[in-house]
């Protein structure tokens, strides 16, 4: 089966030799994603839309939906942001319900991020 490699422009994408999103026939994972674009400091469930709508982008540009998402992984830096960035998942995921996982990291990448999601898809339709 051919290999789909999906890229965002993230900044760390190249220079740590990874992909945004990896399809490979009716299977996608989708990298852990953040917000690199400073819009929302502070901001965990802004941080949190802006990374899943960057998820999203790499879904439908590897051919999947969000519909098509099985599983999630959040990953927050304080858990006090625990229960808006559940929110945010909630209103992107409430009738697709994937198995879904919320970690406390000590942190991230860069410090001004205080969220990071992943997901696995699988084409159902």
């Known amino acids: ?3 789909q490699t999906v890229g965002s422009g993230s900044p760390w994408e190249e220079p740590y030799g990874y992909s945004r999103a990896m399809a490979v026939g009716d299977q996608c994972w989708v990298a852990g994603t953040a917000d690199p674009s400073g819009n929302h400091p502070g901001d965990a469930a802004g941080q949190a839309r802006a990374a899943l709508a960057i998820i999203d982008r790499a879904l439908r540009e590897a051919g999947f939906a969000l519909t098509d998402v099985v599983r999630t ?3 927050v830096t304080d858990p006090a942001d625990s229960t808006a960035v559940a929110a945010v998942h909630g209103e992107v ?5 994937p198995a879904a996982t919320l970690i406390v990291v000590a942190g991230l990448i860069d410090p001004s991020l205080k969220v990071e999601i992943e997901v696995d898809a699988i084409r159902s339709r």
């Open 73 to 75: 992984r959040m990953y």
């Open 93 to 97: 995921f409430r009738t697709i319900r």
């Open 1 to 3: 089966m051919a290999r």
